[in-house]
């Protein structure tokens, strides 16, 4: 652990927050001679107070025990890089534009890849008026179902959840060019070009 580095950060993050050393000390229930030697590089925070400073910051506890916050590339507004996350407990779902920590019921997420769809998993995809009509033969049980349908193009994403016991029956913009995604709780990751 390199003292310097967190300390370094704790205080960059303190003046970000408009927090005077004095300050940061009274929420933490700690001196400000605390705060200080930690800034300048003297000792690292006692493991219970980690958390409150991860709190006060906002700031991932790894990233602050690192001591480095790397900001992401920019991407220019292309949504087929969209990576999704989904919690195998509560089945959240979650959409990121760039690499990012995610995590859901206390477990750290990684984003699936869709893979190409085979036929126990295609859905069927119907044009009617200016609508794609999306229904699958697919399970749709408590323990097996698809939870998620969405129609990915360079800058839109609509994301249409799906609920177990239900039939799957839905409908899409029919958007002229895009990437049918939807997720099985039991294989994953499904894409089809539609």
């Given amino acids: 652990m390199d003292t310097t580095k967190i300390g ?78 989904v919690c195998p407990d509560c089945g959240n779902v979650i959409t990121a534009l760039a690499d990012t920590a995610v995590s859901c019921c206390g477990k750290k997420l990684k984003a699936i890849q869709p893979q190409p769809v085979e036929e126990s998993h295609r859905l069927t995809v119907e044009r009617v008026e200016t609508e794609f009509y999306l229904t699958s033969e697919h399970p749709m049980s408590k323990e097996h179902y698809i939870s998620f349908v969405a129609l990915l193009t360079m800058d839109t994403l609509i994301l249409r959840k799906q609920y177990p016991e239900w039939d799957l029956q839905t409908r899409l913009p029919g958007l002229a060019h895009g990437t049918l995604l939807w997720y099985c709780n039991q294989h994953g990751l499904f894409s089809q070009r539609i």
Avoid: H
């Fill in 8 to 85: 370094s950060l704790i205080r960059r993050l303190r003046i970000e927050k408009g927090l005077t050393q004095l300050q940061l000390a009274e929420q933490m229930n700690i001196s400000d001679k605390t705060v200080s030697k930690w800034e300048r590089g003297m000792g690292c925070p006692d493991v219970s107070l980690l958390s409150g400073l991860s709190g006060i910051f906002e700031v991932d506890l790894e990233k602050l025990l690192s001591g480095e916050l790397e900001a992401n590339d920019t991407l220019g507004g292309n949504m087929k890089k969209l990576k999704f996350y």
